[in-house]
């Protein structure tokens, strides 16, 4: 359903994203951030699924300033490239600045539409910082991202802001997560699933249909209730 076209960032440089139009009526935008894995075919069909429910839906190749066209599978080699990619060859920094420039391209195009965003792993914590730092953002969903309960944990989120964690999950610990549901953030709500990490990809062992369905269900409640 979708096409990678490429958007302008601060530096002049020209970041390709992936491009879904709404399936009819349109209901917003919608930012859908990556996993370490890339723009894989997982995460395209997560943005046909919301492109479904009526948002036009963008998900930025974070990594493409590194290794353009970078996708890697769940294991093996791929895993341990992912891994090294996410946490040592490019800077999450640059993530954070080259989304926050995708969102606000994506809200000057469309004036007065509600803006969303959300993303899985590395892009659940993406999310979350962009729902704490930028304005132009109406809500965020934010899946079992490792920086979110740690690093970003301190500061409230600007907007409304849902996050997702399984219990069982071995790469994102739950003690901080139950310390972040303790400080009560009026604009955040953070949910627990009885699953362990990755729990909304299909292509992961740790697979959970329940979790992942409820998690989606919620998000598009999110969305629909503040867009109106």
Known sequence: MGEWISVPMRDGHALP??????????????????????????????CDEYAAEGYEVISPALFDRTKPGFE????????????????????????????????????????????????????????????????????????????IATRYADEAPLCATIAHFGRFDSLVEIAPVEKLIEKQHPTAQIFIYEAGHGFNSDRRKDYHPPSAELAKARTLQLFKVLAG
């Open 17 to 46: 994203v992936w491009h879904v139009a709404p399936v009819g009526d349109r209901k917003g935008s919608l930012v859908l951030v990556q996993e370490i894995f890339g723009v894989t075919d997982h995460i395209r069909e997560c």
């Open 72 to 147: 890697a599978g769940y294991s093996g080699a791929d895993w341990e490239a992912a891994v090294k990619m996410g946490r040592e060859r490019h800077p999450m920094e640059q993530s954070l600045a080259d989304t926050s420039d995708c969102l606000n391209w994506f809200a000057a195009q469309h004036l007065e539409s509600p803006l969303f965003i959300m993303g899985y792993c590395y892009g659940g914590s993406i999310a979350w910082r962009m729902a704490q730092t930028e304005p132009a953002v109406w809500g965020a969903s934010c899946f079992y991202g490792g920086h």
